[in-house]
């Protein structure tokens, strides 16, 4: 199924060396808002298009009438035991952020963390060809980076971008109406706890991969559509914390049908005997309040839709009459596309009903 590091005692598996993998890793979303609670906010600057205010994927910095530069980082400890396979998909959630502002990559920084003594220097050159062999599918270099001695194994990438200034996109300004179309399935979570409790099957860590490597290019040809007008990208937070920081953002409701979204091949059945992230468990402390409805699931759904997604999909807010393009173009590049709710007047939460 996957390699494992070899050191001077045997196998390691990167995961053991890890107390939490991928997106999962990430600060609970209430916690998050605490830390940053009072915080001063982005000075000023009259270039900065897209700064700290608000919970977006990166920050703009407009360069001249025709280009902005997107800028963002993300990292992470691994998910999964492969050097490569660890390596490719924290670079593919790294330049997620790129195309979910509606940019194109021009090139990347390596954020290298490694516990020397526990690693060997294959494995770690594994995982940064991993990262290389994705920005060369996105067609850009990995120009340099900086690496540290750490505890845990952490990698990711500094991701710069080019859009248009008038294509930025950003996670605030859905409009009343506006349908909500997420780009892939759900259940990376779900399927990387099982990996780690040796649960998760060939095909099951087949799907995981590939969703997690398979890179967002269709965001920048979505800013291009007349009708889209807000997206962002799923990760740590799930679906629900994602939709709503969109439904925050723009002082809307948003009505997610539950039943909507696609899973992962073995996601509905591990999460129906009961596996499910620590991370799915904080999101829903932190945020659980403000949705409404999810007293009539299945516990197991529930935590489906607030489990941390690791380079997860597009999640797009586009105009009723332009919702089929947005459909057709995901569904073309080969993404598991569906509609999952629809925006309303009224307090930005998010309402669960089937067929919203």
């Not at 492969?82 to 194109?104: C, E, K, Q, T």
């Not at 409009?175 to 990996?195: C, Y």
Request: glycine content about 14%; charged content about 15%.
């Amino acid at each position: 199924m996957a390699e494992s590091a070899t050191g001077a005692q045997g196998p390691v598996r990167l995961t053991s060396l890890a107390h939490g993998g991928g997106c999962g890793c990430k600060i609970a979303p209430g916690v998050l808002q605490q830390i940053l609670a009072g915080a001063p906010a982005s000075a000023p600057f009259a270039s900065l298009m897209v700064g700290t205010e608000t919970s977006d994927d990166a920050a703009v910095w407009r360069l001249n009438d025709e280009q902005a530069l997107i800028a963002t980082t993300d990292f992470f400890m691994p998910m999964v035991d492969d050097p490569r396979d660890f390596g490719r998909i924290a670079a593919a959630n790294a330049l997620s952020d790129v195309y979910a502002m509606g940019g194109r990559p021009i090139l990347a920084l390596a954020i290298v963390g490694m516990p020397i003594n526990a690693l060997p220097v294959e494995t770690i050159r594994g995982i940064l060809a991993g990262g290389s062999e994705i920005c060369a599918e996105a067609g850009i270099p990995i120009a340099g980076g900086h690496s540290i001695d750490s505890v845990e194994p952490i990698y990711g990438l500094v991701a710069l971008g080019l859009v248009h200034p008038d294509r930025v996109m950003t996670n605030r300004a859905a409009r009343a109406g506006d349908e909500l179309i997420l780009g892939k399935a759900l259940g990376v979570g779900v399927l990387s706890a099982a990996f780690k409790q040796g649960r998760l099957d060939a095909e099951g860590y087949a799907a995981l991969v590939s969703s997690t490597t398979r890179l967002n290019t269709p965001g920048p040809d979505l800013a291009a559509l007349d009708g889209v007008h807000a997206m962002t990208d799923v990760t740590g937070f799930g679906l629900l914390g994602h939709g709503l920081e969109m439904a925050r953002g723009a002082g809307l409701t948003l009505r997610i049908d539950p039943l909507a979204p696609h899973l992962l091949p073995g996601a509905e059945a591990l999460a129906r005997d009961g596996v499910r992230t620590g991370a799915s468990v904080r999101n829903w402390d932190s945020y659980g309040a403000d949705v409404g409805g999810a007293e009539a699931l299945e516990p197991w759904r529930r935590d489906l839709l607030s489990d941390p997604q690791t380079s997860g999909g597009l999640l797009v807010a586009v105009a009723p009459e332009a919702a089929a393009g947005v459909l057709s173009h995901l569904r073309s590049a080969g993404f598991e596309a569906a509609r999952v709710g629809r925006f309303a007047e009224g307090p930005g939460r998010i309402v669960l009903a089937p067929g919203a």
